[in-house]
């Protein structure tokens, strides 16, 4: 881990000492929600409220400023008007501060007087060595630490528990539909970091941080812009290498960039360029969120795929047909089935034993376990295997989770499903996910979640 681009960092995430400046007697204000986040959220380190209009907020004392707060400080969380930031900012220095939030707006994203204000900011952090997250972000979730810089209270955002996938975003609010969707969902999350503005640590430094980190197994990136993208690109690298990264870069069109400038100040750049450096250092590029949730969801949840060759099998005609379609749009293979394989399916005629192998309406749980374990856990033809369910029809029931946790389990090989339909299939859904294969709603969803499985694997042996 590089030292010095690194330094401090481990504070953002493992503070022993926290400050929060702006904390009030108002509640809902967000000093006092992050105040109150750290206190109730079971984190084991000291936290000191900072305000000098007060001796005492939520039953602590409450400090005037941090120069005032006795012993040693990891973090100083600062939530206060953008003007009043600078004065907060030299006392951290003072203090020998190693890392501080910036959680206050109104600096490059608000014109040329904010763009001058971070400036002052930056050159604090650059000269000091104090390392700044933000300014204009909403900071920090780590449930292992237990620290939480959200401002938002919980009946709004549930928090995830701990997981594997940690997640970087320049935005907040996009950190936060993240969270809650990981919660809602029952995933974990390894962190998740807002970095706004990116005055001082940026995508860089966390990707770096990330890449090294034992809590993270998977990294998705949402970004804006880059700072510097030959340090970028090398970070990247260095991260797929021993993890994938899933990226969604924003601003493709001209209109989105304009946007980006006034959501965070950063210039978008061309999109082009973003591409050709993706491919090049294996970051696994995603189009918009609900893809990015699809790819990261199997890569929390299945192998890697050794190869393109997908079994498809189905109950389902016009379904088994979408799925091929949608394999070879995802750039996965549908090879036929060995003959000898097909003459130890014992089905019906009616069934189809091609690949998609076709079950049929008249389907039972039983009929996809021998397709399974024939054409899949038998005969080595296939990488991977995507199972297409329409659970409408009266005989299947929920042991066909078992039938195809245990096909995933023995053969080591990646397994995705579809299902698709209402009620029943939400049911059989979590049912399925329960015994760790992810389900998807579409076949072209589960396809292109299967096809980055791949894609990674392909990545790893060409760098």
């Known amino acids: 881990m590089p030292p010095e681009s690194l330094k401090g960092l481990k504070s953002l995430f493992e503070p022993e000492a926290v400050a929060v400046v702006g904390v009030s007697k108002t509640p809902n204000k967000v000093g006092s929600m992050i105040f109150r986040n750290f206190k109730g959220s079971g984190f084991c380190g000291r936290v000191y409220p900072v305000n000098p209009k007060y001796d005492k907020v939520f039953g602590e004392r409450c400090y005037p400023s941090v120069r005032e707060i006795p012993g040693s400080l990891d973090l100083v969380v600062i939530a206060v008007p953008a003007p009043h930031v600078i004065d907060v900012m030299s006392d951290c220095v003072a203090k020998g501060v190693k890392a501080v939030i910036v959680v206050s707006g109104g600096f490059k994203e608000s014109g040329p007087e904010g763009a001058a204000l971070e400036e002052k900011l ?27 810089t959200i401002f938002l209270p919980e009946e709004r955002l549930a928090r995830p528990k701990p997981g594997t996938l940690s997640f970087i975003s320049q935005s907040g609010a996009l950190a936060v539909a993240m969270l809650d969707w990981l919660a809602l969902h029952g995933y974990g999350i390894g962190k998740c970091v807002s970095y706004g503005n990116g005055c001082d640590v940026d995508e860089t430094d ?110 389902g005609g016009g379904a088994g047909i979408m799925a091929v379609d949608a394999c070879e749009r995802s750039g996965l293979t549908v090879p036929e089935l060995d003959e000898d394989v097909k003459r130890r399916l014992p089905f019906p005629p009616h069934f189809s034993r091609r690949n998609p192998i076709d079950l049929t309406g008249d389907v039972k749980d039983e009929d996809y376990r021998t397709a399974l374990n024939e054409a899949f856990l038998k005969y080595d033809g296939f990488d991977s295997a995507l199972i297409c369910i329409l659970p409408q029809v009266p005989n299947l029931t929920f042991r066909v989770a078992d039938i195809i946790g245990r096909a995933n389990k023995v053969s080591g090989k990646p397994i995705v499903a579809c299902c698709m339909g209402g009620a029943f299939t939400l049911k059989l859904t979590r049912e399925i996910e329960s015994r760790g294969i992810p389900v998807y709603p579409t076949p072209e969803r589960a396809a292109k979640a299967l096809s980055s499985l791949a894609t990674y694997n392909e990545t790893l042996m060409r760098l």
């Open 122 to 148: 930056r050159r604090i952090a650059e000269g000091s060595g104090v390392r700044v997250l933000g300014p204009n972000c909403i900071g920090v979730y780590n449930p292992y630490s237990r620290v939480d």
């Open 206 to 315: 966390l990707l770096l941080y990330l890449a090294d980190d034992d809590d993270t197994d998977v990294i998705l990136l949402y970004i804006e812009g880059v700072k510097d993208g030959r340090r970028f690109m090398e970070a990247a690298k260095r991260a797929v290498l021993r993890k994938p990264v899933v990226a969604i870069k924003a601003g493709r069109s001209a209109t989105g960039a304009s946007a980006i400038m006034s959501h965070t100040g950063s210039m978008a750049g061309s999109d082009e360029v973003y591409e050709a450096a993706f491919k090049q250092t294996g970051v696994i590029r995603v189009g918009d969120f609900e893809e990015a949730f699809d790819v990261v969801k199997a890569f929390m949840m299945q192998p890697l795929a050794s190869g393109r060759r997908v079994l498809i099998v189905t109950n």
